[in-house]
């Protein structure tokens, strides 16, 4: 196998690179190596109206554009001369989660503009900034959405902004390469806070005399690919984090400390360089530190920025430093593998006491004369408990299907998920994937019928369902259509299909 040496402006063989000191860890088993054809494209989704925001418990009215949203694409394709081997389009949004029926009606829609390209190897994923337009015209009081642009409006306008820069990026392919690495920075905090007596909170009080500690690990790995042109020119980069957009928050529409991401990097590298911000597994994660709260806010006024500048500057100064490293190996005939299958997990059961909490909070809500404006997203979300347990009892729903997306490229492997994903599972598959590199994403596809968190069994003994939504929310069955039993299966299946794309063909 040969690579490119940016020192000497050599194609090298692997014994030069050894004797030049860039010795190249051997891959777990042989591939069949090929031309990588790499596109890239960028589309703005920021709407010109006033828009509804989705990501609380009621509905914000976005009148302001503080950052604008983009979606950006990036679509590779390997070759044996003219013979295409595999493919894959992976789409990176300015959204908060990709909502039931948004991927499948994407691709509905680009049928027939990519001649040659099969839509199932194309995947949406979300930063998770929570001031993006809502994407599902019920999902709050539709009242609630005023003057603004309608959830049913945005959405076909949303795709066809995406399906202009995904065509652009399939049909601009051209040869080019790879490079892959590693770097820290601190983005990322765990935001689940324990208390004396074994309860947690998202976001909890740790200043109260019975704040015990925080729950879970925390990562501050930002994994960096780095694509190239055939004159070695970067022309997109992929980056994963594991935390979520929130370091802002508001009515503002905002793309959050991604949007400083990408400005830096445009800034030191070019304005063409299209910019992928991906979320790791996250689902326990946040920008906001639990604790130095005042000490961090000090240091990043002092510079002068506001906290998602400064998250912006960590990633994007990582970014550079890694950058600089690995454009020593740029690769172009790395092997392309990409696999898409559906994945059954077990669903978590509803329990006659949660069932019974859920159907209280239903009764009382249905009892009020007037509604709150959370009022009828407390409603939907303890009503899908009631639902859940109910068709329990007729043998429905006892399994949960999942999207999951596997890639080789080169050394480097690639997996999704739609949840928002405890970090712990993460950390497994990491640990235990075959690649030199793994490059996990989630918030990709759809998240179905509040399935959106996945967490831990340390985080569902943090505290049960109660009629307070905001007590362990992301631990108890309201927010979980899958739990830890899901979730080690979910790790399970996807470290196995990880393998399989080591295996010798």
Not at 77 to 86: A, I, Y
Not at 250 to 269: C, K, L, P, T
Not at 283 to 295: A, F, H, L, N
């Amino acid at each position: 196998m040969k690579y490119f040496c940016q020192r000497s402006g050599r194609v090298l063989c692997c014994t030069v690179l050894a004797v030049c000191g860039l010795w190249l860890a051997p891959s777990a088993a042989t591939a069949p190596a090929a031309e990588l054809w790499v596109g890239a494209a960028t589309a703005d989704i920021t709407p010109d109206r006033p828009v509804p925001l989705t990501g609380g418990t009621a509905v914000r009215i976005g009148r302001e554009i503080k950052s604008r949203l983009t979606a950006t694409v990036l679509a590779l394709e390997s070759r044996d001369g003219q013979q295409s081997l595999d493919q894959a389009i992976l789409v990176a949004c300015d959204l908060c989660v990709i909502r039931p029926g948004i991927q499948d009606g994407f691709r509905k829609h680009l049928a027939g503009r990519l001649p040659g390209f099969d839509v199932n190897k194309l995947f949406l994923a979300a930063t998770h900034t929570h001031e993006a337009p809502v994407l599902l015209q019920d999902r709050y009081d539709r009242e609630d959405y005023q003057d603004a642009m309608q959830p049913n409006e945005y959405v076909p306008w949303l795709y066809e902004q995406l399906a202009q820069a995904v065509v652009k990026a399939w049909e601009t392919r051209a040869a080019g390469g790879v490079a892959w690495g590693l770097g820290h920075a601190v983005a990322g905090h765990s935001r689940r806070i324990k208390y004396s007596d074994g309860t947690v909170r998202m976001h909890g009080n740790t200043s109260t005399a019975d704040f015990r500690g925080i729950e879970g690990y925390e990562d501050h790995a930002v994994h960096i690919l780095c694509f190239y042109d055939s004159q070695k020119r970067l022309k997109a980069a992929a980056l994963t984090l594991a935390t979520t957009a929130q370091s802002e928050g508001g009515s503002q529409v905002s793309a959050d400390f991604w949007h400083h991401v990408r400005q830096a990097i445009h800034e030191r590298h070019g304005d063409d360089v299209c910019v992928l911000g991906f979320c790791a597994p996250a689902g326990d994660q946040t920008p906001r530190p639990q604790v130095r709260k005042k000490s961090e806010q000090r240091m990043y006024e002092l510079r002068g920025l506001s906290f998602a500048q400064e998250i912006g500057r960590r990633v994007a100064a990582t970014f550079d430093d890694v950058a600089a490293v690995i454009a020593q190996d740029i690769r172009t005939d790395v092997p392309l593998v990409h696999r898409v299958q559906t994945v059954e997990l077990p669903a978590r059961i509803v329990t006659d006491a949660e069932y019974a909490v859920a159907k209280k909070v239903c009764e009382d809500i249905d009892a009020k004369p007037t509604r709150s404006k959370s009022d009828y997203w407390t409603r939907n979300l303890y009503g899908s408990v009631a639902d859940r347990y109910e068709a329990q009892q007729k043998g429905e729903g006892k399994s949960y299907e999942m999207e999951l997306h596997t890639l080789r490229l080169g050394d480097v492997a690639i997996a999704t998920n739609p949840f928002e994903l405890f970090l712990d599972y993460g950390v497994q598959i990491e640990a235990r994937s075959p690649a030199l590199q793994t490059f996990l994403i989630q918030l990709t596809g759809a998240v179905r019928d509040h399935a959106y968190y996945l967490p831990t069994p340390r985080a569902m003994a943090g505290g049960a369902l109660d009629e307070k939504p905001f007590t362990n929310y992301s631990g108890t069955v309201m927010n979980n259509m899958v739990g830890p039993e899901g979730g080690q299966v979910l790790v399970d299946r996807t470290v196995e299909a990880i393998q399989q794309l080591w295996k010798t063909n």
